[in-house]
């Protein structure tokens, strides 16, 4: 079933420009977390189906690379779909998952903005992290709430780094992404999608009449970025001492 959050490049219409240009920018992601990892630990949390689990498995055979993502069904998707020798999988929660070795690599790819509190995450993200680790997170830092449902917290650049600046960890090397809206079928009332953002629109007009502040916050955004979700990329490294 197509949903706004949850990406499953098998069953995205290959003919579509959109659903083509959102796996685009999410694969775009992957590669860019990719290009940072560096020892020999990687762990996805939230990895979802496992798609960008197995890229940076593929692109790191020398690796150990561990995906986690609390829906059983997703992971046993990633499981039949996506396998290679040095890539395993775990059903787990993000915020109490833990492990006997810790690793030099986690990626938090659209994740911190899911959970209830990101403070308890980020932690946790802490204790996992080997001594000279990073982490590779992501989040969307134009308002999402009112478009997606799945979404508890908006994020600026400056309340992201903060997050991470609480346990130690300064931002390193960034990559920002543009994504620009999708307006078709956004008011369809059709039970089943034809693709994702079918329907966002209904979803909007909702959340204002309910909280029609968030509107201002909304045209705000689009005064300075148009039509558009900017979604920023960055790796967090310890920091030194000054």
């Given at each position: ?5 949850r ?52 692109l ?46 986690i ?17 946790n ?9 990073q982490v ?36 390193q ?26 329907g ?19 045209l ?23």
């Amino acid at each position: 079933m197509l949903t706004i959050e949850r990406i499953y490049p098998k069953q995205l219409d290959p003919d579509d420009s959109d659903d083509q240009n959102t796996l685009r920018i999410h694969m775009e992601r992957y590669r860019f977390a990719a290009a940072c990892l560096s020892g020999e630990r990687v762990l996805d949390m939230a990895c979802g189906c496992g798609y960008g689990t197995a890229l940076l498995a593929e692109l790191h055979p020398d690796k150990t690379v561990i995906g986690v993502d609390i829906d059983p069904a997703a992971i046993a998707y990633a499981q039949e779909h996506y396998r290679l020798p040095n890539l395993s999988y775990h059903c787990a929660d993000a915020e109490s998952f833990a492990a006997e070795q810790r690793f030099d690599n986690i990626v938090s790819l659209e994740t911190i903005e899911h959970l209830p509190n990101p403070q308890q995450l980020i932690a946790n993200y802490a204790k996992l992290l080997a001594e000279h680790g990073q982490v590779i997170a992501s989040v969307p830092i134009t308002p999402t709430l009112d478009g997606n449902p799945h979404h508890l917290h908006d994020f600026s650049q400056a309340s992201f780094f903060a997050l991470f600046r609480a346990h130690g960890l300064g931002p390193q090397q960034r990559f920002e992404q543009i994504q620009w809206w999708q307006f078709k079928g956004l008011f369809s009332k059709r039970p089943v999608k034809q693709h994702r953002s079918e329907g966002v629109g209904n979803a909007v007009l909702q959340y204002y009449r309910k909280r029609p502040f968030y509107l201002l916050l909304r045209l705000r955004s689009m005064l300075r970025y148009g039509f558009s979700n900017r979604y920023l990329t960055c790796n967090f490294r310890p920091q030194t001492p000054a």
